[in-house]
T-cell receptor, first 115, second 110 residues
């Protein structure tokens, strides 16, 4: 079956613009995660959904970042008034059920460049 | 606090064996994962350890010692395609999020 897909793959935004990043998880995966990966670093956790419920948003760096998953499948990460420090790759991952040995499957990421 | 340490870079020769170490200090622990990430691509799952000991899967093995907060990934019979970053990640006990190290960039030379 299809893996996790993300769109767009690349996004260039001028400072101050709003952006929306989309994630399509693997069908049937209950858990969905967003991570931010700066160049040369490991991914850093942003937020976590179980179905449509956002259970952990402790990693969102500011109130400019907002994520939703209204029907428990597709998720959108929105960044308002983008800043240069927001430039990074945004990775989405999904897994079957939380709290088990199931690995997280990652999408290819969206590379955001803020100019 | 959360702290995961792994070497930044390693080099090895094709056909050799390499061991990538990872030490962690986390407030909660619910398993340790290793992922492989080629440049510009998504991380892909390699291994999972939750109990102490060695897990072997083909050319790749992973070891865990919970009392020491230590894991390693062992890659045997290295191939050029193994050149990639290797990410060590601990799953948080409460929230299932993965806490990653900075990754070890491995370069395999002929």
């Amino acid at each position: 079956g299809a893996g996790v897909s993300q769109s767009p793959r690349y996004k260039v935004a001028k400072r101050g613009q709003d952006v929306a990043l989309r994630c399509d998880p693997i069908s049937g995966h209950v858990s969905l995660f967003w991570y931010q990966q700066a160049l040369g670093q490991g991914p850093e956790f942003l937020t976590y959904f179980q179905n449509e419920a956002q259970l952990d948003k402790s990693g969102l760096p500011s109130d400019r970042f907002f994520a939703e998953r209204p029907e428990g499948s597709v998720s959108t990460l929105k960044i308002q008034r983008t800043q240069q420090e927001d430039s990074a790759v945004y990775l989405c991952a999904s897994s079957l059920v939380g709290g088990q040995s199931y690995e997280q499957y990652f999408g290819p990421g969206t590379r955001l460049t803020v100019t | 606090g959360q702290n995961i340490d792994q070497p930044t870079e390693m080099t090895a020769t094709e056909g050799a064996i390499v061991q990538i170490n990872c030490t962690y200090q986390t407030s909660g622990f619910n398993g340790l994962f290793w992922y492989q990430q080629h440049a510009g691509e998504a991380p892909t799952f390699l291994s999972y350890n939750v109990l102490d000991g060695l897990e072997e899967k083909g050319r790749f093995s992973s070891f865990l010692s919970r009392s020491k907060g230590y894991s390693y990934l062992l890659l045997k019979e290295l191939q050029m395609k193994d050149s990639a970053s290797y990410l060590c990640a601990v799953r948080d006990h409460n929230t299932d999020k993965l806490i990653f190290g900075t990754g070890t960039r491995l370069q395999v030379f002929p």
